[in-house]
């Protein structure tokens, strides 16, 4: 059994119309319910709303969590520095980190990954999707190459250090592209940064873009002795 | 259910008296004896003295095989080049392969590395193995730092492309070391090299060095879609 | 000063009139030319033509040379097995190797990656060169996104080994992208796989193609200590 | 022309009798002045001591270097946020970054890992430099094995990322290993990590230590276009 915690800041899912229209049940729950139907998950959320203290990523939260998800975008800074410290050291100390999407500015993988983490945007449209490196377990079950009709396009220079393990790159009609699925190791932890979900697109009811989550959780999860 | 495959060049424990000493049993066998304890493992043997052109790998044989592991040391030119490439291609087409010791030069591993996997031998000694990479899946349940009373000392340079994922690094009291847990990628494939197992030394037996072979075959196994 | 040997197998600009017709001057030429502008780079060629038993690349010749750029497409047969081993052997002693565009098939290359270097080709169009790790010497006065209005494209899965330094990706007007720029520590050598430059196309005349090159050349050039 | 700035806190070296005894011109000078005998160096120091705010580091010392090499050992909390933050961009905008020995627990290298460049501390004894990446230009001139007398041995497990070359792994009598060279990208920039010198040993007057770091200035010099 896993024990997976998704966190989002749960901002404009609760406030802007077009977000409540893509996801009605809002996002944590959208990226939960996925994950829910697989019985080796244990999934619960978390979300900037529970408490501007703590985030809802409370010490006690924190002991019984092996993968942690994260969905941030407009209010990265409300998170205190003190929960992104600790979100930090629950990587090195084994824990699995799996930033989604704008997630790429959150504290907590900019602290990982010792960079500015910027990315330029470049409006939207179709993305494909690219394996550079089938075989890894985080590919299992995807096909080699997939497609989201609408998304929001981010593209290169991806200011983060050479993934350990590069497995999606995502192009689009522009020849731009964007190394969008990310593998780091970091301390005694697993990082996967993977770059689809946007708000107002309903890629997280994409079958393909569930299955990389998921895997990811799995290939995230700390060995367990 | 991961089909295993223990190869071995069955020529020293079958001929030299030192070796009979360590492994009455053979080789193989003492290598497959230990996997075989783990009820999701289904292990087989092939050896050189099974057929010298097949050497036991068929095609039937690698048809029911997700995870070869290797250990020749003598008789690496009698293997012919046709397995040697059929070996190769198994592992590029997304199988596991787990080069054990001295068969850092047996034909397969050259023509995945592309090297000459050359090193240099440097008398026996105690091995101290250190992990660099904590928390990776083969290093699951072993100590961060474990030791092997006598074993043979392989030291640097030692012709390897940089591992994709670097794990253990052995040190001896001369200050020498060796990169002797070097994890890859190739194709759609694994490739782990793990460097303890002289045949004079019972190596095989030691839990710590069964558990991160163990954890390896696990590691290389092709995804299952 | 560095000294250079540009190898093409100068077969289609010989007897193809589209190749004629965008290399007059011969490929090995047309590359060696641009080389020739730097006062550091001392520049020969060698083709298939000129000997079919060493290919131009005598002991003589590899024992007053750098660096090896080579260009082939149809005639990779056509070079003994030798000749790939002892530029194989060149790579691992601390030479450097720069094969251009459809060179991914040469024998050398396929020997030093240990991989099919298989790739699948998809047509023709514009290619946004895009650079994943600007600041890195082969980048050097080079922007970080420039392109070609026509070239033969490339897509994954390239099955190389993952690159010990993924510097350019290329994307396409499909969505789909290729690895375009690929170094590689081997041995105590160097290796950098760069994708552009078909036949038909005046590539190797873009100064942007030609300072990549250039570049490559300066950063897989041995130490001479 | 490569601006160099050597930093150093300047603290044990002005106040502890045995720093003195092995570093009387002080520890930046002692590392400035092998650097100076490279006439296309151009060298200068700053320490703690200069100014408590900027560390000696100003906007218009930082516009005017290239690379900085960095030792500290017991200051390193003296150092403001500032300033760390200052050299982190720096790097990532396309600096080079060099620190030294205890500098593993600086405040801009603990920033730019994302990790806690933990590491442990075993006594004093023999290093024994270990060189897993011959052909790099940071061995230029360096014997693929040297060692030192006498050294603080630091000892895995060191919590940094894999770094993106591992060049230098150091042994000790133990068995136990440190990985005392590690290269990486960064931003646009480099970092290059090398362990020796402790304060009391004679460290930087090594003709071997002294060309592992001047290599490795020229290594992270920015690219100048």
């Not at 978390?46 to 969590?65: K, M, S």
């Not at 945007?121 to 985080?138: A, E, M, S």
């Not at 079950?141 to 609408?150: A, H």
């Not at 979900?197 to 990389?212: F, L």
Request: glycine content about 8%.
């Amino acid at each position: 059994m896993i024990n997976v915690l998704v966190w989002c800041e749960h901002e404009q899912d609760r406030l802007q119309d077009d977000v409540k229209a893509a996801y009605p049940e809002y996002m944590h729950n959208a990226i939960a319910n996925f994950l829910k139907e697989d019985p080796n998950l244990n999934v619960r959320t978390a979300t900037l709303q529970d408490d501007p203290e703590t985030c809802g990523i409370t010490d006690e939260v924190l002991a019984d969590t092996d993968v942690i998800l994260w969905w941030g975008h407009i209010k990265h800074n409300a998170v205190p520095d003190a929960v992104a410290e600790k979100v930090q050291k629950f990587v090195l100390n084994g824990g699995g980190f799996i930033p989604l999407h704008s997630a790429h500015f959150c504290k907590p993988f900019i602290r990982l990954m010792g960079t500015t983490c910027g990315l330029r945007v470049d409006g939207f449209g179709k993305h494909v999707i690219n394996c550079v490196r089938p075989g890894h377990p985080i590919t299992k079950g995807v096909p080699e190459e997939f497609s989201l009709p609408v998304e929001e396009r981010f593209i290169e220079f991806y200011d983060v250090p050479q993934p350990d393990e590069l497995i999606y790159v995502t192009g689009y009609e522009t020849g731009r592209l964007f190394r969008s699925g990310c593998a780091y190791f970091r301390g005694r932890g697993k990082v996967f940064y993977f770059q689809p979900g946007h708000e107002t697109n309903p890629t997280y009811r994409d079958k393909n873009v569930q299955t990389v989550i998921r895997n990811a959780v799995y290939w995230a999860a700390p060995n367990k002795d």
